[in-house]
Nanobody, 120 residues
Framework: QVQLVESGGGLVQAGGSLRLSCAASGRTVSNCAMGWFRQAPGKEREFVATITSGGSTNYADSVKDRFTISRNNAKNTVYLQMNSLKPEDTAVYYC??????????????WGQGTQVTVSS
């Protein structure tokens, strides 16, 4: 079993930055693909970014060039650096882990989520 705990969310003005962290426990996730997803009120959960065990990244078009996903395997932690935030980025952000370390298929574990609110 893997437990994922997100942190770093909060309230920020448009144009600002936040860094989300996802700390994994229970087992190492160094061989896992990791991802960030988000869900805005009244909307379905959507893909934000993923990173393979080898470090290859993939981003949603809406966040490309603004968000950066990274991982620190020594800390069993994945990050999401969010810059140039927009009000439409407001959502609950979820971390996810997939045992298969390559291309993202579907997650095996989810975190509880952290709220990000961007004011205009």
């Amino acid at each position: 079993q893997v437990q994922l705990v997100e942190s770093g969310g909060g309230l920020v003005q448009a144009g600002g930055s936040l860094r989300l962290s996802c700390a994994a426990s229970g087992r190492t996730v160094s061989n896992c693909a990791m991802g960030w997803f988000r869900q805005a009120p009244g909307k379905e959960r959507e893909f934000v970014a993923t990173i393979t065990s080898g470090g290859s990244t993939n981003y949603a078009d809406s966040v490309k060039d603004r968000f950066t996903i990274s991982r620190n395997n020594a800390k069993n932690t994945v990050y999401l650096q969010m810059n140039s935030l927009k009000p439409e980025d407001t959502a609950v952000y979820y971390c996810a882990a997939q045992w298969y370390g390559g291309r993202w298929v579907r997650p095996d574990y989810w975190g509880q989520g952290t709220q990000v609110t961007v004011s205009s």
